[in-house]
């Protein structure tokens, strides 16, 4: 199943086969009793479209600014400063908030919840933000264990107890 078709809604059911979403045991038979939601992780495509999408945004906010405080950005560290709390405060505050995702994910269609599908705090949402540096930090591997790790969490996820999940859906317990 490559990430594309996860990404498209398909689900992996007990008998080791990926099934189209309108078979969805969900979609048949609701959350009544006894019924188990399945929660649909973000696959790693669909996640690079929103960093992509977040990077532009936060670029040319952070470029913005420099202009109206500066004039010029000639100063390596007021430059750095600036764009680097630019930068925590969009993902920080905009995952941490009633949205739980930036632009860049809602345009697809996904957002940061706990690990129990719940929206996260402030806190929780920094230290997920200063978690990149150290998925970044070993060649991108981080980043890149979204697309093999079993709830397509990258090394930051893990590390704030984290998941990028397809608005609209449920967590269940594995």
Same mark, same amino acid.
């Given at each position: 199943?490559s990430?594309?078709?996860?990404d498209?809604?398909w689900?992996?059911a007990s008998?080791g086969?990926?099934?189209?979403?309108?078979?969805?045991p969900?979609a048949?038979t609701?959350f009544?009793?006894?019924a188990?939601?399945?929660?649909?992780?973000?696959g790693f495509?669909?996640?690079a479209?929103?960093?992509?999408?977040d990077i532009?945004?936060v670029?040319?906010? +952070?470029a913005v600014?420099?202009? %109206?405080? @500066?004039? #010029?950005?000639?100063?390596?560290v *007021?430059?750095?400063?600036?764009?680097g709390v630019?930068?925590?405060?969009y993902f920080?505050?905009?995952?941490?908030?009633s949205?739980?995702a930036?632009?860049?994910? +809602?345009?697809?269609?996904i957002? %940061?919840? @706990?690990e #129990?599908?719940n929206r996260v705090? *402030?806190g929780?949402a920094?230290g997920?933000y200063?978690?990149k540096?150290?998925?970044?930090?070993?060649?991108?591997?981080?980043f890149?264990m979204?697309?093999?790790?079993v709830?397509?969490q990258?090394?930051h996820?893990?590390?704030?107890q984290t998941l990028?999940?397809r608005s609209g859906t449920?967590?269940?317990?594995p």
């Amino acid at each position: 199943m490559s990430d594309r078709q996860e990404d498209a809604g398909w689900w992996l059911a007990s008998d080791g086969k990926w099934y189209p979403p309108e078979s969805h045991p969900e979609a048949l038979t609701g959350f009544g009793v006894g019924a188990r939601p399945t929660q649909v992780y973000a696959g790693f495509w669909m996640r690079a479209g929103a960093i992509v999408i977040d990077i532009i945004l936060v670029g040319i906010a +952070q470029a913005v600014l420099l202009r %109206v405080l @500066d004039g #010029s950005t000639n100063d390596v560290v *007021f430059t750095d400063l600036i764009s680097g709390v630019v930068g925590w405060l969009y993902f920080a505050l905009m995952e941490s908030s009633s949205y739980q995702a930036t632009l860049g994910k +809602q345009a697809l269609g996904i957002k %940061v919840t @706990d690990e #129990s599908g719940n929206r996260v705090t *402030f806190g929780r949402a920094t230290g997920r933000y200063f978690g990149k540096i150290v998925s970044g930090l070993i060649l991108a591997i981080g980043f890149l264990m979204a697309g093999w790790t079993v709830k397509k969490q990258a090394l930051h996820d893990m590390m704030a107890q984290t998941l990028v999940v397809r608005s609209g859906t449920a967590v269940s317990e594995p």
